[in-house]
């Protein structure tokens, strides 16, 4: 069962738009939700990231909203740009958990100009 | 500064035959590391975490093992390949004793299994 999901599963959007990408989790043990971006070919990297006791967090044109009661977030991409098109994964761990994240499938976002 | 380099960058390997992939941290002491893996247009699987040197823990069973060496060492192996083992292998970092706030990523192996 996968405990990250993440939708829609491929999104495009017009240069300019706001993109998006929605996750959804089930284990209420989890409070730390990081986004990651990749590019083909490349590893991810930390885009951006939330602890459960705070709703939203926003870095330039990159929001993340979050729903504790609901078990749901959203990456908001505002002012897309053609440079945005990568792959975006949600991921979530415990806190004090060294033993890793937990990946959703990833979304894939083409901005077109 | 931290760096991280796996290797090689690219294997293509016949069924049956063995495979060990390396990774190196430099600039942080003790960290964690992590293998993951993930099939073209996938997610990313965990495989492996380690703590401290000699130490490993497997996530996920895939008839893959994991080793240690040194403080800054990571390797990946195994005996026999499987097509399924194709795909994009990736070691990660951590700070160490923390939690896996954010993971630093290699820029992968690409394995074919043929």
């Known amino acids: 069962q996968q405990q990250v999901r993440q939708s829609p599963q491929s999104l495009t959007v017009w240069e300019g738009e706001t993109a998006i990408l929605n996750c959804s989790y089930e284990?209420?043990?989890?409070?730390?939700f990081p986004w990651y971006q990749q590019f083909p070919g490349e590893g991810p990297a930390l885009l951006i990231s939330?602890?459960?006791?705070?709703d939203k967090k926003e870095d330039g044109r990159f929001t993340i909203f979050f729903n504790k009661r609901e078990k749901k977030l959203s990456l908001h991409i505002t002012d897309s740009q053609p440079g945005d098109s990568a792959t975006y994964f949600c991921?979530?761990?415990?806190?004090?958990?060294?033993?890793?994240?937990?990946f959703g499938l990833g979304t894939r976002v083409s901005v077109f100009p | 500064a931290q760096t991280i380099h796996q290797w090689p960058v690219a294997e293509i390997k016949a069924v049956g035959s063995p495979l060990s992939l390396g990774c190196t941290i430099k600039?942080?002491?003790?960290?964690?590391l992590y293998w993951y893996w993930q099939a073209t247009g996938g997610t990313l699987q965990q495989l492996f975490y380690?703590?401290?040197?000699?130490?490993v823990e497997s996530v996920v069973q895939l008839n893959l093992s994991a080793s240690r060496p040194k403080d800054d060492q990571f390797i990946l192996s195994t005996e026999k390949l499987l097509l399924s083992h194709s795909g994009f292998y990736l070691c990660?970092?951590?700070?160490?004793?923390?939690?896996?706030?954010?993971?630093?990523f290699g820029s992968g192996t690409r394995l074919t299994v043929l």
């Open positions: 939330i602890r459960s006791v705070s």
């Open positions: 284990d209420s043990t989890f409070n730390y």
């Open positions: 990660a970092w951590s700070l160490r004793g923390t939690s896996a706030e954010t993971l630093y």
């Open positions: 600039g942080k002491s003790s960290p964690n």
């Open positions: 991921a979530a761990s415990e806190d004090n958990y060294a033993q890793g994240l937990t």
């Open positions: 380690s703590i401290t040197v000699g130490q």
